[in-house]
């Protein structure tokens, strides 16, 4: 249990993206992901 919070925060760095978490009591978690844009189409 957890692993895939782990390997989605592996691979969010790897792609030199960050990853933040907002955490509401009423409406649960949420996860926000932004990755950089590549410039490669």
């Known amino acids: ?3 895939g919070l ?3 925060y ?3 760095k790897l792609h ?3 990853i ?3 955490k509401n009591v ?3 978690t949420r ?3 932004k990755l950089p ?3 490669h189409a």
Do not use: E, P, R, Y
Request: overall charge positive.
């Open 1 to 3: 249990m957890g692993l």
């Open 6 to 8: 782990s390997i989605a």
């Open 10 to 12: 592996n691979i969010v």
């Open 16 to 18: 030199k993206g960050s």
């Open 20 to 22: 933040k978490f907002d």
């Open 26 to 28: 009423k409406k649960g």
């Open 31 to 33: 996860m926000i992901v």
């Open 37 to 39: 844009l590549s410039g």
